[in-house]
């Protein structure tokens, strides 16, 4: 999003897992919009992600409730350790290993295998896996499946979440992921 407003909207109404916020937002500060999220919800983890990078700016950020701070630019493998260390601290993930049977996903190192044998995975489908092996059993609508595989406002081909579930199908085995129709997707549990 790149817009404040629409942010604060959408955090009302989707619940997403944790906000990475960038403080040079076209129609409000986003120290601003801190404030306003933190007076409503204290736990919804935050990191800022910004090209301000003076210590007074990460102090005022850090000390208004963001739970980490990084500038620009940085390194995609760095925010990706911080993000797993935001998860560790808030509980979310109190270890790096999801298994399901003989499947095993490392978010640490984002490492997938079936029975003891690496399976390689693009990004979307490690993304899209990952998301079914943390709630197994649990069907996950085409909604929050395609909110975990693309950025909000990014353009959908209508088959995307289908063609990245047949894929993983086939490099994982069919029987692994189960279709509710006219609902969504649900890891099969062993």
């Known amino acids: 999003m790149t817009r404040g407003d629409h942010g604060l909207h959408a955090i009302q109404t989707d619940a997403p897992d944790l906000v990475i916020l960038d403080l040079g937002l076209p129609d409000m500060d ?18 800022i992600l910004t090209a301000r990078d003076t210590i007074n700016e990460k102090v005022a950020g850090l000390d208004l409730g963001a739970d980490d ?9 760095e925010l990706e350790a911080r993000l797993r260390a935001m998860g560790r601290r808030l509980g979310s993930a109190t270890t790096s290993i999801l298994s399901a049977g003989d499947l095993r996903l490392d978010t640490a ?9 690496p399976v390689a995975l693009s990004r979307r489908e490690y993304a899209l896996l990952k998301a079914l092996m943390e709630q197994p059993g649990r069907v996950l609508t085409r909604d929050i499946l395609e ?6 406002g990014e353009e959908i081909a209508s088959n995307a979440l289908e063609v990245h579930i047949h894929h993983l199908r086939r490099k994982l085995g ?3 992921i189960r279709t509710v129709r006219g609902v969504g997707y649900s890891l099969r549990t062993p």
Not at 30 to 47: I, K, T
Not at 69 to 77: E, I, R
């Open 30 to 47: 986003g120290l601003d919009l801190l404030r306003r999220l933190r007076a409503n919800n204290r736990r919804l983890p935050v990191l």
């Open 69 to 77: 701070y990084l500038a620009k630019p940085f390194d995609m493998n």
């Open 109 to 117: 190192s984002r490492e997938v295998a079936v029975d003891g044998a």
């Open 147 to 152: 909110g975990k595989l693309y950025a909000w």
């Open 174 to 176: 069919n029987d692994r």
